[in-house]
C-alpha cells in the first residue's frame, strides 16, 4: 500500500486545507457549514468528529490499523507525529497525513473477530480500538486472540445507525 511505503496514514477533506488550523471541535464542525452548506447537521457533526479526531485524538504510539483489500489483510502501524499538511505527500486529495511507524507484520482480516472486522469495515474513518487493544497486541504476537469480556456489538450498531442517518440526509 501506498501508505506504508511513505509511512504515513491520511484523511482527505482538501476543501478545509490544514485542518491543524481548527482549534477545536466546534470550529472544525464551522467550516464543514460553510464549505457544505447543504449538509444536515448529524453529517456536519460525525465529520467533524473524525476530523478533529485525526488531528488531535491520535497520539504518539496509538495504533492505526488500514485495511488492504487485495490480500485481506490489515496494516498496522503506531503514529510517530502530529498532524501535517502536505498535498504533496500523497495527493491534494488526501493532503493531511500523519506520520506512521508502521510494523512490519500484517494480520489477516479473518483471523479477526467479527464484531472487530465489521468495526474496520465501517463507515466511519476513524474509532478507537480500546475495545480491540488486547485482540491486536495479541494477534501480532502470534497469539489466538480472546475476545473483549463484553460485547461490542453495540459499536457496530451504532456505526449502522449513523450510516443510516447519513444515507436519510442526503
Do not use: C
Amino acid at each position: 500500500a501506498e501508505v506504508e511505503k511513505l509511512g504515513v496514514v491520511a484523511i482527505g477533506w482538501k476543501e478545509l486545507r490544514d485542518l491543524s488550523r481548527y482549534g477545536d471541535h466546534e470550529a472544525v464542525k464551522g467550516a464543514l457549514r460553510k464549505a457544505y452548506p447543504g449538509w444536515s447537521e448529524g453529517g456536519v457533526a460525525n465529520a467533524a468528529s473524525q476530523l478533529h479526531r485525526f488531528v488531535s485524538g491520535m497520539s504518539e504510539g496509538a495504533y492505526v490499523l488500514t485495511p488492504v483489500k487485495a490480500p485481506r489483510e490489515i496494516l498496522v502501524g503506531t503514529v510517530a507525529g502530529a498532524d501535517l499538511y502536505d498535498p504533496s505527500k500523497i495527493s491534494d486529495f488526501y493532503p493531511n497525513v500523519r506520520p506512521v511507524k508502521w510494523l512490519q507484520k500484517k494480520i489477516s482480516r479473518d483471523s479477526l473477530p467479527a464484531d472487530f472486522r465489521n468495526s474496520i469495515g465501517s463507515a466511519l474513518t476513524l474509532f478507537s480500538l480500546a475495545s480491540y487493544k488486547d485482540v491486536l497486541e495479541r494477534l501480532l504476537t502470534g497469539e489466538p486472540p480472546t475476545l473483549p469480556s463484553q460485547p461490542t456489538v453495540s459499536l457496530y450498531n451504532e456505526t449502522k445507525a449513523k450510516a443510516s442517518e447519513l444515507i436519510e440526509d442526503l
